[in-house]
Nanobody, 127 residues
Framework: QVQLVESGGGLVQPGESMRLSCAAS????????IGWFRQAPGKEREGVSC????????YDADSVEGRFTISRDNAENTVYLQMNSLKPEDTAVYYC????????????????????WGQGTQVTVSS
């Protein structure tokens, strides 16, 4: 079992930055690829960014490429999502999720591959 807890959400103005954290716990918390997803009211859940267990491979959705950066600190069992140049359309509940071990370099933004999910943190971008 893996437990995931997101933090760092809140209210920011357009153009500002915010960093989300995802703290993982459990006996195998260091052996998972991690993804960030978001869901805005009335919309489907959207994959944002993901990172492989070995911290080598990352992937960002087109909607956030160049603005968001995912990283992880396996020693601290924490994954970060640095969000820059935020836009109102980035407003959503952000979730981190853990994908069971396949290989050190495996990564995916397919939400159906993820077995463990955090409770989410609200990000609101508004002036």
């Amino acid at each position: 079992q893996v437990q995931l807890v997101e933090s760092g959400g809140g209210l920011v103005q357009p153009g500002e930055s915010m960093r989300l954290s995802c703290a993982a716990s459990g006996s195998t918390s260091g052996y998972f690829a991690i993804g960030w997803f978001r869901q805005a009211p009335g919309k489907e859940r959207e994959g944002v960014s993901c990172i492989s267990r070995n911290n080598v491979n990352t992937y960002d959705a087109d909607s956030v490429e160049g603005r968001f950066t995912i990283s992880r600190d396996n020693a601290e069992n924490t994954v970060y999502l640095q969000m820059n140049s935020l836009k109102p359309e980035d407003t959503a509940v952000y979730y981190c999720a853990a994908l069971p071990y396949i290989s050190d370099s495996y990564y995916s933004l397919d939400p159906y591959k993820y077995h463990y999910w955090g409770q989410g943190t609200q990000v609101t971008v508004s002036s």
